[in-house]
């Protein structure tokens, strides 16, 4: 059975950093053609794509948060990290891991996790 | 950037076909994939690759695409069809994903 879970924190204060996991099971995160990547969902509004990381270690990010994205694999883990920095209220949504094939697409998601930016 | 263009609601009643939609200028050069997303839940993939459906998934949805738009048919409605549904494109370009701007489906 294959499952991705996120977990991180609930509450996070203005211009602070995000560190959100995505725990993976049922599958490696080293699998060669393989990737996880990171979506969010702010309250009322579409899915937004964050980043992507491959087998390989070759990352990709959304234009508009690349200076404040990073991701990484902890391979002994089966993990994937990613962080936002210097966030803001803006931010606050549910942050949703989700793992691709490598076909283009997400076949596996997380249940998600609802993150609040706020003082 | 890359824009994927979806009516924001669709209101029909039970039984009826629910046709949504997903445009953009050289979607037929692109795999296009569609997800369910209801409340509360993570979203799901109901079709890959434009046309193909995942395992388990009812064989009243189907896709198609066709000149600058993809499509989803939902064939007889019913209220557990409620939800987000959102296309998804691999913009190979830049190398990034993006999502449409979803389409809310509601079961009068």
């Known amino acids: 059975q294959i499952t991705l879970k996120e977990s991180g924190p609930t509450l996070v204060k203005p211009t602070q950093t995000l560190t959100l996991t995505c725990s993976v099971s049922g599958l490696s995160v080293s699998r060669s053609g393989t990737g996880v990547g990171w979506i969010r969902q702010p309250p009322g509004n579409a899915l937004q794509w964050l980043a992507f990381i491959y087998w390989d270690d070759t990352r990709r990010f959304t234009p508009s948060l690349t200076d404040r994205l990073a991701i990484t694999r902890d391979t002994s883990k089966n993990q994937v990290v990613l962080t936002l920095t210097n966030v803001a209220p803006v931010d606050t949504g549910t942050y949703y891991c989700a793992h691709s094939n490598g076909d283009g697409y997400f076949t596996y998601w997380g249940p998600g996790t609802l993150v609040t930016v706020s003082s | 950037s890359y824009v994927l263009t979806q009516a924001p609601s669709l209101s029909l009643a039970p039984g009826r076909t629910a046709t949504i939609t997903c445009g953009a200028s050289?979607?037929?050069?692109?795999?296009v994939h569609w997800y369910q997303h209801k409340p509360g839940q993570a979203p799901v993939l109901v079709i890959f690759?434009?046309?193909v459906r995942p395992s388990g998934v009812p064989g009243r949805l189907s896709g198609s695409k066709s000149g600058t738009t993809a499509t989803l048919t939902i064939r007889s409605v019913e209220a557990g069809d409620e939800a987000d549904y959102y296309c998804?494109?691999?913009?190979?370009?830049?190398?990034?994903?993006?999502f449409g701007g979803g389409t809310k489906l509601t079961v009068l």
């Open positions: 050289d979607i037929s050069n692109k795999m």
């Open positions: 998804q494109v691999w913009d190979t370009g830049g190398d990034h994903v993006v």
């Open positions: 690759s434009d046309d």
